[in-house]
């Protein structure tokens, strides 16, 4: 692709942001960390010479002054290797700065512990990851330190610029972690979701690599069924994968077909009934079932994990899986080295020029624990903004086969060249079809524990829906009606 081409393609993609926001502070842990009103890189304050001797200029914290940060890093498909280099080149630059880091797939559950144990100074100072049970009951509770203002602190490698300035169009629409319209953890990549393929297995059997409408995809199926292999994979035991290629994002994309985007959204974002039961989330479920009917899914799907639904398309078994682009990047040590990945997004419409709709997110961003000392918060801050530095989003694109966010990425041909082909075909895809990016984050929050119940009936639900057992109807009846309560709760 051309750089062009990468660049326009780019602009369009999610952004994501981890802004962190500098407050002026010369020395000592005492200060207005998260309240602070100071913007950019820059402190406010005119300190004597003396003082501004002993501060970085950068963004006034003290050089003499040793912090340790506890990190708990969530070691998954995008690795490691990207967040090892950031600490690197951050303590070259602010040598007064250590971490202290616990890498571990499980790093939810080790924090869940430390948050039982209610113990500020065992607690990590930033962590990311998935939290059982969500952040809202931490954010109720007054846990964790809100980033909204970071959006403002200027990048550490482009003079004079924000952060919300560089990112990338539909950034803060996209950044997830988010409760009640306040952003807790400001991410450092971008995702794509949709379908990946084996692009030489479509090649070798003719199969149509980019359908355009609803009727041609679904006779793609049928060519792929034909010839004994599965259409469509996804893991079971995760049963929301799913939703990487379906899912809500369908329903604004099936909202838009039918000319009621701007009712569905608001109800949508902001908890308005009806929910499962709109018409947009009961054509998608209902074109769901009849493809499971079809035999269109895996036989046995409830015991596949996303690693094995994953390993059954790069094995030729299935043709297509519902995932993000880190696929690539999860699944590097069983590719062959000649494997060509192919992208496309389920299309909802006959219409062959209607929009495709793409699952995106902002995100692997980190919390930050508000019970620490004001300037542990500070350097976690300052860190979750190092990271939106070019030569980061490089190693993150390269190594963490995620997705950059700042707007100027692909400015340069050769680091855009680092991109790995899974992200690469997603652009390449979006370069050649009518696409929107939509994260289907919600602008409210329901804490009632009836939300949670309807999300477990759905998930639940979803297996039997794409085995052909159960027709979607009665399954989203019961959630619809959790939905209303948990609703009604958070009104009173």
């Known amino acids: ?40 890189a820059t402190n406010s304050s005119s300190p004597s010479a003396s003082a501004q001797a002993n501060v970085y200029p950068e963004n006034g914290l003290p050089k003499d002054q040793k912090v340790t940060l506890k990190f708990g890093f969530f070691e998954g498909g995008m690795g490691r290797e990207y967040i090892d280099y950031a600490m690197d080149t951050f303590k070259k630059k602010f040598p007064n700065v250590s971490f202290e880091v616990v890498y571990s797939p499980k790093i939810g559950d080790i924090i869940n512990a430390k948050i039982s144990a209610n113990d500020d100074g065992d607690m990590f100072d930033l962590f990311n990851g998935t939290i059982p049970g969500g952040i809202s009951s931490l954010v109720t509770s007054g846990k964790l330190e809100p980033q909204d203002d970071l959006w403002d602190h200027k990048l550490f490698d482009n003079s004079g610029k924000t952060i919300k300035e560089m990112a990338l169009a539909g950034t803060v629409e996209a950044a997830v972690g988010r409760v009640s319209g306040k952003l807790y953890a400001l991410p450092v990549s971008g995702s794509g979701s949709g379908l990946f393929f084996n692009k030489g297995l479509f090649e070798k059997n003719g199969w149509n690599q980019n359908p ?122 069983a590719l062959p ?32 624990w508000a019970g620490k000392p004001e300037l542990n918060k500070k350097w976690a801050k300052e860190f979750n903004v190092w990271l939106w530095n070019l030569d980061v989003q490089e190693v993150i694109a390269e190594k963490g086969g995620q997705l950059p966010v700042r707007k100027d990425f692909s400015d340069d041909k050769t680091r855009s060249a680092k991109l790995q082909k899974a992200p690469k075909a997603m652009f390449e895809f979006m370069n050649n079809n009518k696409t929107k990016m939509e994260s289907a984050n919600r602008d409210q929050t329901l804490t009632d524990p009836s939300f949670s119940q309807a999300t477990k009936v759905i998930a639940e639900g979803t297996v039997e829906i794409t085995s052909g057992k159960k027709e979607p109807g009665p399954i989203l009846e019961e959630a619809e009606k959790l939905m209303q309560k948990a609703i009604e709760a958070q009104k009173k």
């Not at 081409?5 to 842990?29: F, H, N, P, R, W």
Request: proline letters at 5%.
């Open 1 to 40: 692709m051309k750089a062009s081409k990468m660049k326009s393609v780019s602009a369009i993609l999610l952004g994501s942001a981890l802004v962190m926001s500098m407050t002026a502070c010369g020395s000592g842990d005492k200060g207005n960390s998260g309240d602070d009103k100071t913007k950019g």
């Open 212 to 333: 355009k409408t609803w009727s041609e995809f679904v006779k793609l199926l049928a060519d792929i069924k034909a010839k004994g292999i599965i259409p469509i994979t996804y893991p079971g035991k995760y049963p929301n994968y799913i939703e990487h290629a379906f899912g809500p994002v369908k329903m604004f994309e099936m909202a838009e077909i039918k000319g009621n985007l701007t009712s569905f959204t608001d109800n949508y974002r902001n908890f308005k009934l009806p929910q499962h039961l709109a018409p947009e989330s009961v054509e998608v479920w209902k074109r769901i079932y009849e493809l499971g009917q079809k035999g269109y899914f895996p036989e046995g799907v409830a015991a596949l994990t996303h690693t094995q639904s994953q390993m059954q398309m790069i094995q030729g078994q299935a043709a297509m899986v519902s995932t993000g682009v880190y696929v690539e990047n999860e699944m590097k040590s």
């Open 337 to 368: 080295a000649d494997f060509e990945w192919g992208y496309m997004s389920v299309p909802m419409s006959d219409n062959p020029d209607s929009t495709r709709w793409i699952r995106s997110t902002a995100s692997n961003g980190h919390y930050i």
